[in-house]
Protein backbone atom coordinates (compact mmCIF):
# COMPACT_ATOMS: atom_id res chain seq x y z
CA UNK A 1 0.00 0.00 0.00
CA UNK A 2 2.45 2.44 1.23
CA UNK A 3 4.77 1.78 -1.60
CA UNK A 4 2.01 2.10 -4.37
CA UNK A 5 1.10 5.51 -2.29
CA UNK A 6 4.47 6.52 -2.51
CA UNK A 7 5.33 5.66 -6.32
CA UNK A 8 2.39 7.36 -7.48
CA UNK A 9 3.26 10.55 -5.85
CA UNK A 10 6.36 10.64 -7.06
CA UNK A 11 4.89 10.37 -10.55
CA UNK A 12 2.73 12.91 -10.09
CA UNK A 13 5.42 14.71 -8.90
CA UNK A 14 6.99 13.83 -11.97
CA UNK A 15 4.41 14.54 -14.31
CA UNK A 16 3.85 18.00 -13.59
CA UNK A 17 7.38 19.03 -13.59
CA UNK A 18 7.75 16.98 -17.13
CA UNK A 19 4.70 19.38 -18.35
CA UNK A 20 6.33 22.69 -17.24
CA UNK A 21 9.49 21.35 -19.09
CA UNK A 22 7.45 20.25 -22.04
CA UNK A 23 5.27 23.50 -22.14
CA UNK A 24 8.73 25.59 -21.97
CA UNK A 25 10.33 23.09 -24.65
CA UNK A 26 7.33 23.45 -27.14
CA UNK A 27 6.96 27.75 -26.55
CA UNK A 28 10.61 27.59 -27.35
CA UNK A 29 10.38 26.12 -30.12
CA UNK A 30 7.08 27.41 -31.73
CA UNK A 31 8.65 30.99 -30.95
CA UNK A 32 11.92 30.02 -32.84
CA UNK A 33 9.44 29.44 -35.91
CA UNK A 34 7.31 32.28 -35.27
CA UNK A 35 10.36 34.57 -35.43
CA UNK A 36 11.59 33.27 -38.60
CA UNK A 37 8.00 33.69 -39.72
CA UNK A 38 7.69 37.07 -38.83
CA UNK A 39 4.87 36.05 -36.33
CA UNK A 40 6.71 38.64 -34.02
CA UNK A 41 6.40 42.77 -33.86
CA UNK A 42 6.89 45.77 -32.10
CA UNK A 43 4.34 47.97 -30.57
CA UNK A 44 5.75 51.12 -29.32
CA UNK A 45 4.08 52.93 -26.56
CA UNK A 46 4.39 56.63 -26.56
CA UNK A 47 6.39 58.60 -23.72
CA UNK A 48 5.32 62.16 -22.43
CA UNK A 49 6.52 64.90 -20.65
CA UNK A 50 3.94 65.30 -18.20
CA UNK A 51 4.38 69.13 -17.78
CA UNK A 52 4.01 69.95 -21.37
CA UNK A 53 2.64 66.66 -22.72
CA UNK A 54 5.38 66.66 -25.51
CA UNK A 55 6.44 63.47 -27.29
CA UNK A 56 9.74 62.76 -26.03
CA UNK A 57 9.71 58.97 -27.02
CA UNK A 58 8.71 55.42 -27.07
CA UNK A 59 9.12 52.29 -25.40
CA UNK A 60 8.91 49.03 -27.78
CA UNK A 61 7.11 46.31 -26.68
CA UNK A 62 7.16 42.95 -28.31
CA UNK A 63 4.09 41.49 -29.62
CA UNK A 64 3.47 37.73 -30.77
CA UNK A 65 0.71 37.37 -33.21
CA UNK A 66 0.24 33.03 -33.68
CA UNK A 67 -1.68 31.39 -36.36
CA UNK A 68 -3.60 29.28 -34.29
CA UNK A 69 -3.46 30.55 -30.57
CA UNK A 70 -3.79 34.33 -31.33
CA UNK A 71 -2.11 36.97 -29.75
CA UNK A 72 0.29 35.82 -27.19
CA UNK A 73 1.31 38.31 -24.37
CA UNK A 74 4.84 38.93 -23.52
CA UNK A 75 3.76 38.88 -20.04
CA UNK A 76 3.08 35.07 -20.75
CA UNK A 77 6.00 34.26 -22.88
CA UNK A 78 9.11 35.79 -21.96
CA UNK A 79 9.02 34.75 -18.43
CA UNK A 80 8.96 30.79 -20.00
CA UNK A 81 11.57 31.72 -22.67
CA UNK A 82 13.86 33.59 -19.86
CA UNK A 83 17.45 31.80 -19.36
CA UNK A 84 16.79 29.96 -22.80
CA UNK A 85 19.30 30.14 -25.96
CA UNK A 86 16.22 31.64 -27.83
CA UNK A 87 15.45 34.81 -25.00
CA UNK A 88 19.00 36.44 -26.68
CA UNK A 89 17.78 35.59 -30.04
CA UNK A 90 14.79 37.67 -29.37
CA UNK A 91 16.14 40.21 -27.47
CA UNK A 92 18.79 41.29 -30.30
CA UNK A 93 15.96 40.84 -32.77
CA UNK A 94 14.14 43.44 -30.49
CA UNK A 95 17.06 46.05 -30.50
CA UNK A 96 17.75 45.73 -33.78
CA UNK A 97 13.89 46.57 -34.63
CA UNK A 98 13.54 48.85 -32.59
CA UNK A 99 16.39 50.86 -33.59
CA UNK A 100 15.29 50.16 -37.60
CA UNK A 101 12.23 52.26 -36.17
CA UNK A 102 14.00 55.27 -34.75
CA UNK A 103 15.85 55.32 -37.45
CA UNK A 104 12.39 55.94 -39.29
CA UNK A 105 11.23 58.20 -37.16
CA UNK A 106 14.23 60.21 -37.29
CA UNK A 107 13.46 60.39 -41.40
CA UNK A 108 10.07 61.21 -41.20
CA UNK A 109 10.92 64.59 -38.83
CA UNK A 110 10.43 63.04 -35.15
CA UNK A 111 14.23 63.61 -34.90
CA UNK A 112 14.47 64.31 -31.10
CA UNK A 113 12.26 61.38 -29.78
CA UNK A 114 14.15 58.06 -27.98
CA UNK A 115 13.72 54.58 -28.36
CA UNK A 116 13.24 52.65 -24.75
CA UNK A 117 13.91 49.01 -25.19
CA UNK A 118 13.62 45.94 -22.92
CA UNK A 119 15.83 43.94 -22.32
CA UNK A 120 15.87 40.70 -20.33
CA UNK A 121 17.11 40.31 -16.59
CA UNK A 122 20.49 37.03 -17.69
CA UNK A 123 21.11 39.62 -20.30
CA UNK A 124 22.81 42.55 -18.95
CA UNK A 125 25.20 39.75 -17.46
CA UNK A 126 26.39 39.40 -21.12
CA UNK A 127 29.25 40.83 -22.25
CA UNK A 128 28.51 41.01 -25.59
CA UNK A 129 25.10 42.79 -25.04
CA UNK A 130 27.04 46.53 -25.85
CA UNK A 131 29.21 45.08 -28.24
CA UNK A 132 25.86 43.91 -30.37
CA UNK A 133 24.24 47.98 -29.49
CA UNK A 134 27.25 49.73 -30.41
CA UNK A 135 27.15 47.90 -33.51
CA UNK A 136 23.62 48.64 -34.32
CA UNK A 137 23.93 51.92 -33.37
CA UNK A 138 26.99 52.02 -36.50
CA UNK A 139 24.45 50.07 -38.78
CA UNK A 140 21.77 53.14 -38.56
CA UNK A 141 23.93 56.00 -37.69
CA UNK A 142 21.66 56.82 -34.55
CA UNK A 143 23.21 59.03 -31.77
CA UNK A 144 23.14 56.49 -28.38
CA UNK A 145 21.62 59.01 -26.41
CA UNK A 146 18.74 58.26 -28.35
CA UNK A 147 18.85 54.86 -26.51
CA UNK A 148 17.04 53.60 -23.36
CA UNK A 149 17.63 50.05 -22.30
CA UNK A 150 15.12 48.85 -19.52
CA UNK A 151 16.16 46.33 -17.02
CA UNK A 152 13.67 45.73 -14.58
CA UNK A 153 14.75 45.78 -10.63
CA UNK A 154 13.63 42.22 -9.42
CA UNK A 155 16.71 40.99 -11.94
CA UNK A 156 19.20 43.30 -10.15
CA UNK A 157 19.39 41.77 -7.37
CA UNK A 158 20.53 38.70 -8.70
CA UNK A 159 24.09 39.67 -9.49
CA UNK A 160 24.52 43.70 -8.76
CA UNK A 161 28.48 43.73 -9.27
CA UNK A 162 28.11 41.80 -12.59
CA UNK A 163 25.11 44.30 -14.05
CA UNK A 164 26.93 47.37 -12.87
CA UNK A 165 29.92 46.78 -15.12
CA UNK A 166 27.60 45.52 -17.97
CA UNK A 167 25.54 48.98 -17.38
CA UNK A 168 28.80 50.92 -16.95
CA UNK A 169 30.32 49.86 -20.54
CA UNK A 170 26.30 50.91 -22.02
CA UNK A 171 26.82 54.33 -20.34
CA UNK A 172 30.28 54.83 -21.89
CA UNK A 173 28.78 54.58 -25.03
CA UNK A 174 26.35 57.34 -24.66
CA UNK A 175 23.41 55.12 -23.88
CA UNK A 176 21.20 55.47 -21.47
CA UNK A 177 19.71 53.13 -18.67
CA UNK A 178 15.91 52.90 -16.64
CA UNK A 179 15.58 51.11 -13.93
CA UNK A 180 11.95 49.41 -15.07
CA UNK A 181 8.98 48.42 -12.61
CA UNK A 182 10.90 50.82 -9.90
CA UNK A 183 9.38 49.56 -6.19
CA UNK A 184 8.33 45.83 -6.73
CA UNK A 185 11.78 44.38 -5.92
CA UNK A 186 13.89 43.80 -3.24
CA UNK A 187 16.62 46.18 -3.92
CA UNK A 188 17.47 48.60 -1.28
CA UNK A 189 18.28 52.40 -1.36
CA UNK A 190 21.82 51.92 -1.51
CA UNK A 191 21.22 49.89 -4.70
CA UNK A 192 19.77 53.05 -6.33
CA UNK A 193 22.78 55.09 -5.21
CA UNK A 194 25.49 52.44 -6.47
CA UNK A 195 23.50 51.47 -9.64
CA UNK A 196 24.48 53.60 -12.97
CA UNK A 197 21.17 54.81 -14.26
CA UNK A 198 19.61 57.40 -15.98
CA UNK A 199 15.47 57.03 -15.18
CA UNK A 200 13.77 55.22 -13.07
CA UNK A 201 10.51 54.07 -13.99
CA UNK A 202 7.76 54.03 -11.06
CA UNK A 203 5.55 50.66 -11.29
CA UNK A 204 1.83 50.80 -12.75
CA UNK A 205 1.08 49.01 -9.52
CA UNK A 206 1.99 52.39 -7.56
CA UNK A 207 0.12 54.71 -10.18
CA UNK A 208 -2.81 52.95 -10.60
CA UNK A 209 -3.67 52.49 -6.36
CA UNK A 210 -2.32 56.14 -5.90
CA UNK A 211 -6.18 57.85 -5.26
CA UNK A 212 -7.42 55.11 -3.44
CA UNK A 213 -4.18 54.48 -1.07
CA UNK A 214 -2.05 56.80 1.35
CA UNK A 215 0.25 54.43 1.22
CA UNK A 216 0.79 54.15 -2.64
CA UNK A 217 0.50 57.68 -2.96
CA UNK A 218 3.26 58.13 -0.69
CA UNK A 219 5.35 56.00 -2.22
CA UNK A 220 5.18 57.95 -5.24
CA UNK A 221 5.71 61.19 -3.71
CA UNK A 222 8.72 60.64 -2.20
CA UNK A 223 10.21 58.39 -5.00
CA UNK A 224 9.63 61.41 -7.05
CA UNK A 225 11.00 63.62 -5.00
CA UNK A 226 13.78 61.41 -4.30
CA UNK A 227 14.50 60.63 -7.91
CA UNK A 228 14.76 63.95 -8.72
CA UNK A 229 17.12 64.89 -5.86
CA UNK A 230 19.09 62.42 -7.27
CA UNK A 231 19.38 64.11 -10.25
CA UNK A 232 18.12 61.50 -12.57
CA UNK A 233 14.42 61.59 -14.39
CA UNK A 234 11.57 59.90 -13.25
CA UNK A 235 8.88 58.21 -15.02
CA UNK A 236 5.49 56.71 -14.50
CA UNK A 237 3.88 53.48 -16.16
CA UNK A 238 0.46 53.20 -16.51
CA UNK A 239 -1.16 56.48 -16.25
CA UNK A 240 -5.24 55.71 -17.34
CA UNK A 241 -6.85 58.58 -15.42
CA UNK A 242 -6.39 62.34 -15.70
CA UNK A 243 -6.57 62.28 -12.08
CA UNK A 244 -3.32 60.34 -11.71
CA UNK A 245 -2.14 61.95 -14.06
CA UNK A 246 -2.40 65.51 -12.35
CA UNK A 247 -1.09 64.04 -9.38
CA UNK A 248 1.81 62.76 -10.80
CA UNK A 249 2.51 66.44 -12.47
CA UNK A 250 1.53 68.26 -8.99
CA UNK A 251 4.42 65.65 -7.04
CA UNK A 252 7.15 66.77 -10.24
CA UNK A 253 7.60 63.74 -11.86
CA UNK A 254 9.18 64.29 -15.35
CA UNK A 255 7.30 61.81 -17.96
CA UNK A 256 4.87 59.22 -18.22
CA UNK A 257 3.27 56.88 -20.16
CA UNK A 258 -0.27 54.82 -20.36
CA UNK A 259 -3.70 54.31 -21.48
CA UNK A 260 -4.62 58.13 -21.05
CA UNK A 261 -2.75 58.89 -23.63
CA UNK A 262 -1.76 56.03 -25.58
CA UNK A 263 -2.05 52.00 -25.72
CA UNK A 264 1.11 50.28 -27.04
CA UNK A 265 0.33 51.86 -31.17
CA UNK A 266 1.06 48.37 -33.41
CA UNK A 267 4.05 49.19 -35.63
CA UNK A 268 1.82 49.34 -39.44
CA UNK A 269 -0.35 52.11 -37.59
CA UNK A 270 1.84 54.18 -35.92
CA UNK A 271 2.46 56.66 -38.72
CA UNK A 272 -1.42 57.52 -38.94
CA UNK A 273 -1.96 57.75 -35.04
CA UNK A 274 1.41 60.50 -34.92
CA UNK A 275 -0.64 62.52 -37.76
CA UNK A 276 -3.66 61.87 -35.63
CA UNK A 277 -2.62 62.66 -32.11
CA UNK A 278 0.55 65.02 -32.40
CA UNK A 279 0.13 68.68 -32.68
CA UNK A 280 3.52 70.39 -33.37
CA UNK A 281 5.09 68.02 -31.22
CA UNK A 282 2.44 68.27 -28.39
CA UNK A 283 -0.19 64.97 -27.46
CA UNK A 284 -3.78 65.60 -28.07
CA UNK A 285 -6.01 63.87 -25.19
CA UNK A 286 -9.06 61.87 -26.94
CA UNK A 287 -10.81 61.74 -23.47
CA UNK A 288 -10.62 65.30 -21.41
CA UNK A 289 -14.09 64.57 -19.77
CA UNK A 290 -12.72 62.28 -16.91
CA UNK A 291 -12.65 64.61 -14.21
CA UNK A 292 -9.43 65.93 -12.69
P1 LIG B 1 7.01 46.61 -18.84
O1 LIG B 1 8.32 46.82 -19.49
O2 LIG B 1 6.86 47.12 -17.45
O3 LIG B 1 5.95 47.25 -19.82
C1 LIG B 1 4.78 47.90 -19.42
C2 LIG B 1 3.55 47.04 -19.65
O4 LIG B 1 2.40 47.76 -19.23
C3 LIG B 1 3.30 46.70 -21.12
O5 LIG B 1 2.70 45.42 -21.14
C4 LIG B 1 2.28 47.77 -21.54
O6 LIG B 1 1.48 47.38 -22.64
C5 LIG B 1 1.45 47.87 -20.28
N1 LIG B 1 0.79 49.17 -20.13
C6 LIG B 1 1.17 50.37 -20.60
N2 LIG B 1 0.32 51.34 -20.21
C7 LIG B 1 -0.62 50.75 -19.45
C8 LIG B 1 -1.78 51.25 -18.74
O7 LIG B 1 -2.10 52.43 -18.71
N3 LIG B 1 -2.50 50.32 -18.04
C9 LIG B 1 -2.18 49.00 -18.04
N4 LIG B 1 -2.97 48.17 -17.36
N5 LIG B 1 -1.09 48.50 -18.69
C10 LIG B 1 -0.32 49.38 -19.39
P2 LIG B 1 3.13 44.29 -22.17
O8 LIG B 1 3.40 44.91 -23.52
O9 LIG B 1 2.14 43.19 -22.08
O10 LIG B 1 4.53 43.80 -21.62
C11 LIG B 1 4.64 43.14 -20.38
C12 LIG B 1 6.05 42.98 -19.95
O11 LIG B 1 6.76 42.08 -20.85
C13 LIG B 1 6.87 44.26 -19.98
O12 LIG B 1 6.64 45.03 -18.83
C14 LIG B 1 8.30 43.72 -20.09
O13 LIG B 1 8.77 43.34 -18.83
C15 LIG B 1 8.10 42.48 -20.95
N6 LIG B 1 8.42 42.83 -22.35
C16 LIG B 1 7.64 43.39 -23.30
N7 LIG B 1 8.30 43.54 -24.47
C17 LIG B 1 9.56 43.06 -24.25
C18 LIG B 1 10.73 42.93 -25.08
O14 LIG B 1 10.78 43.36 -26.24
N8 LIG B 1 11.84 42.35 -24.50
C19 LIG B 1 11.85 41.92 -23.21
N9 LIG B 1 12.97 41.36 -22.72
N10 LIG B 1 10.77 42.04 -22.40
C20 LIG B 1 9.64 42.60 -22.91
MG1 LIG C 1 9.56 48.35 -19.71
MG1 LIG D 1 7.66 48.67 -16.53
MG1 LIG E 1 5.62 47.20 -15.01
Redesign the pocket.
Known sequence: EAKAEQGSAYCKFDGTMNQRVMRRVELEKEARIGLNDGQFS??L?PQLSLETRRLVGF????RWHHPEKGNI???EF?PLLENTSL?MT??YW?VEKALSLLSELRERGYDEVKMA????AAHFLDPALPEFIARQLDKFSLPPALIEL?L?ETALVADISRASATLETIRSMGCMIAI??FGTGYSSLGYLKALPADFI?ID?SFVSGMLESDDDRSIVASTVSMVRGMGLTVVA????TMAQYNMLDQFGCHQG????FS??IPQNKLWDQLNKSLDAGVWKLEDTSTPA
Open positions: LAQEALLSPAIMIDVINISETDDKREGIEQGYLPP
